[in-house]
């Protein structure tokens, strides 16, 4: 009864003069913990979804079309798939959609369905389709569909554009949730209900840029059109209020719900947590002890939000109050809480309470992390330190003692200061130090506090990682001295270092004493073993060391076997590249296709494309599917070969497996035709590139160019120029040089010389090519002035050709010098340059000719 009476007196939350007081709740408060409808979407796909309620015709369509969809990739245009385009209905499409895994394939397939004649979705196949994207957080094509279904005019229930809406609010998208109730709405194409606007109340309530204004204008609507808030229409609103820091109308939506009894523990969650924000802490504490007056309680990570905003405030006095709560509710508090805590005692300096709250972890049976020791350690000055150390004698046992010793030493490490780390540890085990580190003083404590195998951990591992190894295994072999017994972390850390300075035999020493402690070697230990064996180009070793991996369960790395198949290639050994890919086979070890294209490679730089088809087409019998990036090596090595064709029907073959061409394909296999001087076969592939949505690049649309020019057709080069460049792509100094190389070719030299200008005007510098194709076209015009200044930029450029007298570039420049040099408007010019030693001398044109009578073939 006395109870009773209590709980009458309780009032709502009320404001006086600006201030507010925060009272108790009425007795008809919901007594029990009720946990509110969740706001975000989450679905999950079920391939085995139940279709059985389906009509029989409708069941066998969808399991034709799940079966199609699944076995084989989505091809709209497959007759397959086609088949099944007049049998479609909206329930079957949901239905198939919701079968799916991937999103893609159910994003190509709700399109596919779209456009089959005679069907349109439902609002239920776009809910299928919004469940999928918003649960693989696809926000753009989301926005797509949302655009779609208002375009299509779909009729929806309030149910389904309430599920729609939540999925939009779900990633976020709260503009485009708004614009699509608005549309539905205006268009008629739905009346919403109370649970529609709860659900776009939701989206408003969960983005992170609540906007008050919107949601009062939707409680308005609600209003007028007579529907009446329920409790899921108030809790975002006041969760809104919360987050936009509308204090007094997130207290009067608060009452609202008390006086309705529809509270519960999220809804006071949103205000103790909104409270906390505000900095309202002792308001806060308060209303969560009113909470667990009337049984109400927080759950577990509203109490970790709120002792991480409790500290951030510095008001960790409450927080520790709150941890305590916690406790006693018997939720585990975790290293991050545990964490933030650590670091509110430490940034007031209050060491003493640090320790308790350590030691209390400890005893309490909650794993205390080094971490959480460190915390403490890490913003104390040396002086503060040792008083750290003389009060966790007092305080804390010998365990406790040593996880602070190591908390020393792994702070110690963090901070760089490894070689200090090492000192300290070499003075726990006792040993006499000749050091400029001062460690005597963290010893100045009545128990000596021995390392323990953590203690060697920490350091044997920086060591490590800083290249220290000498002092690393020094430590290492002192460990059995302090009878601590080295771990696996120790061994990998020390073999793994060890490996990577091509210390070789004592990686395999530390191996076998590994094995003969009974500590179990892992894939790190061994491939690390391995890939230094790859390094060396060892074969031998590295054959014996698969077959030790072999027998002990693991597996090779493929960055090792990668390495080492890449390394032998590149130094002509590529016969023993493949043989070694066959020993890994044989060793039961299939090879990735990485290590395999990577010998496919080096058969092709050496010209043996025979055996690199070969190897390319032993991927497929050993159970491999060879990807774009195979594919692009094998094709290139028949191009250059002269293979064209053959290499064009590897394309026909990619497509076939369901691969889609690179720009790399595409660009290898033009080069191909064009160097076969196959330029109308180039043309189709650039056209076949365009048609499957390949945006050829500027490596493209120089092979191009430079094809056709090589063939004499400089008009189309010219229009494919243009091209390239209204289609964003600019053109690189190679593609300016084949410009001007091929119009020069094609004697278009007034053409060649505007794009010579305009590339000097880009800061490219032409070649050598360049230069002497310009001279010799202006001289088959008869302009030997422009021809003559041309030379002159060329020897400003310093791109003179080498003068050897077979070299046929030199050979083309001195028959143009010699014609520059016969030429009255240019001759003195000439003269003047052979005086000054800018050109050879050249007396007439029986210099050109070589020793033996001949002319050098240009």
């Known amino acids: 009864m006395t109870m009773f009476l209590r709980l009458k007196t309780i009032k709502p939350i009320t404001q006086y003069h600006g201030h507010f007081h925060l009272l108790s709740f009425a007795h008809k408060c919901v007594r029990s913990s009720i946990t509110s409808r969740p706001i975000c979407i989450k679905t999950e796909n079920n391939s085995s979804y139940d279709h059985s309620f389906l009509p029989p015709d409708n069941s066998s369509i969808v399991a034709g079309l799940i079966s199609i969809i699944q076995n084989q990739p989505f091809s709209p245009d497959s007759p397959e798939i086609r088949e099944f385009g007049s049998k479609l209905n909206s329930t079957i499409v949901e239905t198939v959609l919701k079968s799916l895994h991937n999103w893609k394939i159910a994003y190509l397939f709700f399109n596919w369905a779209s456009q089959q004649s005679g069907y349109r979705h439902s609002c239920y196949a776009y809910n299928a389709m919004a469940s999928i994207l918003a649960r693989v957080r696809r926000k753009d094509q989301l926005r797509g569909l949302s655009l779609e279904l208002v375009n299509s005019k779909c009729l929806m229930t309030p149910g389904a554009l309430g599920f729609f809406v939540r999925c939009l609010g779900g990633l976020g998208l709260v503009e485009e949730a708004n614009s699509l109730f608005d549309h539905v709405k205006r268009m008629g194409l739905c009346v919403p209900n109370t649970y529609s606007y709860n659900c776009l109340l939701e989206a408003f309530a969960k983005s992170t840029t609540a906007s008050f204004g919107l949601v009062e204008i939707r409680l308005k609507e609600m209003r007028d059109l007579g529907l009446e808030p329920d409790k899921y229409t108030l ?14 109308k997130a207290l009067e939506v608060f009452n609202s719900i008390y006086q309705k009894g529809w509270m519960d523990t999220h809804v006071l969650a949103i205000l103790v947590v909104s409270f906390s924000k505000w900095g309202e802490i002792d308001k806060a504490f308060e209303l969560i002890e009113r909470m667990e007056d009337l049984d109400i309680r927080l759950n577990e990570k509203t109490i970790c939000i709120l002792i991480h905003g409790f500290v ?9 109050q709150l941890f305590d709560k916690m406790r006693k509710l018997g939720y585990a508090p975790d290293v991050p809480t545990c964490e933030v805590l650590m670091g509110g005692l430490c940034r007031n300096k209050d060491v003493g309470k640090a320790l308790i709250l350590l030691s209390e972890l400890k005893n309490l049976g909650f794993y205390t992390d080094i971490e959480l020791h460190t915390k403490v350690v890490s913003i104390l ?25 190591n908390s020393i030493l792994y702070d110690l490490v963090n901070k760089g200061s490894v070689r200090e780390a090492y000192y300290l540890l070499r003075a726990m085990m006792g040993d006499e130090c000749d050091s400029d580190v001062e460690v005597n003083k963290l010893f100045r404590t009545e128990k000596l506090v021995h390392p323990d195998t953590n203690s060697f951990d920490i350091v044997i591992n920086h060591l490590c990682k800083i290249d220290n190894l000498d002092m690393a295994l020094g430590l290492f072999r002192d460990m059995d001295r302090m009878n601590c017994k080295p771990s696996r972390l120790i061994y990998n850390n020390l073999i793994g270092s060890l490996s990577n300075a091509n210390r070789l035999d004592e990686c395999q020493k530390l191996l076998g004493e590994m094995m003969e402690s009974g500590v179990r070697p892992t894939d790190f230990t061994y491939n690390s073993l391995f890939g230094c064996l790859c390094r060396r180009e060892n074969i031998e070793g590295a054959i014996g060391m698969l077959k030790e991996m072999r027998v002990n369960g693991h597996e090779p790395w493929i ?12 130094h002509g050994r590529v016969a023993e590249a493949s ?18 294209s990577a010998a496919i490679d080096g058969f092709v ?4 494309v025979d055996r690199a088809l070969q190897l390319f087409r032993d991927i497929d019998a050993r159970g491999y599917c060879a990807d774009v990036v195979a594919y692009n090596i094998i094709i290139n090595g028949l191009s250059k070969a002269g293979r064209v064709l053959e290499a064009h029907g590897f394309l026909n073959e990619m497509q076939e497996k369901g691969l889609i061409p690179s720009v790399v394909t595409y660009n290898t296999l033009i080069d191909g035709f064009c160097r076969n001087g196959d330029i109308d076969q180039a043309m189709r592939c650039f056209s076949t590139m365009v048609g499957k949505e390949r945006d050829p690049d500027v490596v493209t649309y120089t092979t191009m160019i430079n094809g056709l020019l090589n063939e004499r057709r400089p008009n189309e080069a010219l229009e494919l120029w243009t091209k390239m460049r209204e289609k964003g792509h600019s053109p690189n100094r190679i593609t300016f040089i084949a410009l001007v190389n091929g119009l020069c070719k094609c004697a278009r030299p007034d053409d060649a010389l505007v794009y010579f200008q305009e590339m000097e005007e880009k800061g490219m510098t032409p070649d050598t090519f360049v230069y002497v194709a310009l001279i010799e076209a202006l001289l088959s015009i008869s302009n030997p002035l422009l021809a003559f200044e041309i030379l002159k930029k060329m020897l400003h450029s310093q791109t003179f050709p080498d003068l050897n007298v077979k070299n046929p570039l030199w050979f083309r420049l001195r028959e143009a010098i010699c014609k520059l040099s016969k030429d009255a408007s240019t001759s003195s010019d000439i003269m003047s340059l052979m005086e000054e030693g800018s050109i050879p001398i050249i007396s007439s044109i029986s210099d050109i000719t070589d020793e033996d009578g001949t002319e050098p073939i240009a």
């Not at 951030?312 to 520790?320: G, H, T, W």
């Not at 503060?384 to 996880?403: P, R, W, Y």
């Open 559 to 570: 960055k090792h076997t990668t390495l080492l198949v890449k390394t032998l290639c590149k």
């Open 381 to 405: 000055p040396e002086g503060d330190m040792i008083k750290l150390l003389e009060l966790g004698q007092e305080e804390l046992g010998s365990e406790a003692m040593i996880l602070l010793y």
């Open 235 to 248: 809790t975002p609103v006041l969760q809104c209020y919360c987050k936009t820091g509308k204090f007094e």
């Open 312 to 320: 951030k405030v510095s008001r960790v006095d409450k927080a520790l």
């Open 579 to 596: 043989n070694f890919i066959s020993s890994m086979v044989q060793e039961g070890f299939l090879p990735d296709i990485i290590p395999y």
């Open 605 to 608: 730089k050496f010209q043996e």
